[in-house]
């Protein structure tokens, strides 16, 4: 990932952010929400696959797998363990700091409804744990097939949260671009790290 793509994509989130917390999304919201939202059964549980306990289950059995394979932990599960804390840091860091409430959010105000972030959709949670995945296996794996069916479960999971009115289209929009920017950061994060061990193993002297 080259610096200038990862400095666009913040710059896009940024904007994006700006411009949902002045309001500027709030009729194409609307609309959106009275036009898709529906009470579903089947579309709860499809929406439920991106939850965070899905994904530390996930990150449980690949650490198992991988303990029962190698007896340590591999490369690939441990940049999708970190991109997941980057998201997750990302995720609750906006929903503090934009407090956007998800439809029909109650509006208290209090501390203790700060404290609990839920109350906020801005971005959501599901679509970025979503986009993570599918960004990190279409980087790591460079399968098409697995790509393609990785993407097209991320844009399942994106629509669902806006038809079971749990989120505003700008929220998942936000989601989106939180998902992608942390596998990026990740990426680039541990190119970096390699580099850097790299060059301390040149510099020391051979005995």
Request: charged share 15%; net charge positive.
């Amino acid at each position: 990932m080259r610096f200038g793509m990862l400095l666009l994509e913040i710059i896009i989130l940024v904007i994006l952010s700006v411009t949902v917390k002045l309001g500027l999304f709030d009729e194409i919201n609307l609309h959106v929400h009275e036009a898709l939202h529906v009470n579903s059964y089947a579309i709860q549980l499809f929406s439920e696959t991106a939850s965070i306990y899905t994904f530390v289950a996930m990150i449980l059995i690949a650490v198992f797998v991988d303990f029962a394979r190698m007896r340590r932990i591999s490369m690939f599960t441990q940049g999708f363990v970190i991109a997941i804390i980057v998201n997750t840091f990302l995720v609750y860091a906006l929903k503090i700091s934009l407090q956007i409430y998800r439809p029909d959010a109650m509006h208290i105000n209090t501390f203790i409804e700060i404290l609990n972030v839920e109350a906020f959709g801005y971005p959501s949670g599901h679509t970025a744990r979503a986009f993570t995945l599918a960004t990190y296996l279409s980087t790591k794996l460079r399968i098409k097939n697995v790509t393609i069916l990785a993407f097209l479960w991320a844009l399942g999971i994106a629509l669902s949260r806006i038809i079971l009115g749990v989120h505003w289209l700008s929220d998942v929009l936000g989601g989106v671009l939180v998902g992608i920017l942390s596998t990026h950061i990740t990426d680039s994060m541990l190119k970096h790290v390699t580099m850097v061990m790299q060059r301390m193993l040149l510099r020391e002297p051979h005995r």
